[in-house]
Every structure is written in C-alpha cells, then in structure tokens.
Nanobody, 124 residues
Framework: VQLQASGGGLVQAGGSLSVSCAASGRTFSSYVMGWFRQAPGKEREFVAAIRRNGGSDYADSVKGRFTISRDNAKNTVYLQMNTLKFEDTAVYYC???????????????????WGQGTLVTVSS
C-alpha cells in the first residue's frame, strides 16, 4: 500500500489544522492506520491510531485535542488537530499496519507502510 500525507502548514498556537493521508489499494479497511510525528532532533513518536473496528488510541500529549478518523470509502485517514501548541511542531507521518492491539499500536515496528510526511509548524 502507498500512503500520501497532505494538509500540513503553518498555524498559530491555539489554532486548528487537519492533515489527511490517502492510501492506494483495495484493502484499506483491513489496515490499522496510525499517525506519528518527528520533531527536529527527536525520535519519531506515536500520536494516534485507529483500528479496523474504528477503535482509537491517543498519546497522552494529544488526548482531548486531536481526533483520528477514517473514511474507508475514500481510502483516507484524517487527523484533526485542535488547540495546537508550539510543541506539536513536527513532521507528521501516516502509517499502515496489518494488526496491532494495545501498546503494539503505539510503536513504529507495528506499521509496515509509511507515507512521506507533512510538516506542521505551530507558531507561538
């Protein structure tokens, strides 16, 4: 599966932004979809994941502010980001995996396919 992320940009702190990730292939609905981010000089970290049944997980740092969703008819996963903070600045990557549960959905090793990333910059 090929993933194409889009929607990044510059936003002021407190603002909102939505990023999306379009996937190729006919089996999108069978994948667990995740969002990760990587800030300059830092390791890639988990942001959110949505499983095949629609269940979702979030990193504590974004819980209550970010919402992950998927549209299987459009082969697209979304990340709605509200109340953005300066520390949310990063390149955001979408990823697809065949299966994970619990903690497994929060680690990069659970995802076999990665998009190219889209830059989100939050100005303070």
């Amino acid at each position: 599966v090929q993933l194409q992320a889009s929607g990044g940009g510059l936003v002021q702190a407190g603002g909102s932004l939505s990023v999306s990730c379009a996937a190729s292939g006919r089996t999108f609905s069978s994948y667990v979809m995740g969002w990760f981010r990587q800030a300059p000089g830092k390791e890639r970290e988990f942001v959110a994941a949505i499983r095949r049944n629609g269940g979702s997980d979030y990193a504590d740092s974004v819980k209550g502010r970010f919402t992950i969703s998927r549209d299987n008819a459009k082969n697209t996963v979304y990340l709605q980001m509200n109340t953005l903070k300066f520390e949310d600045t990063a390149v955001y990557y979408c990823a697809a995996g065949t299966y994970c549960s619990g903690y497994g959905c929060t680690i990069t090793a659970s995802y076999a396919y990665w998009g190219q990333g889209t830059l989100v910059t939050v100005s303070s």
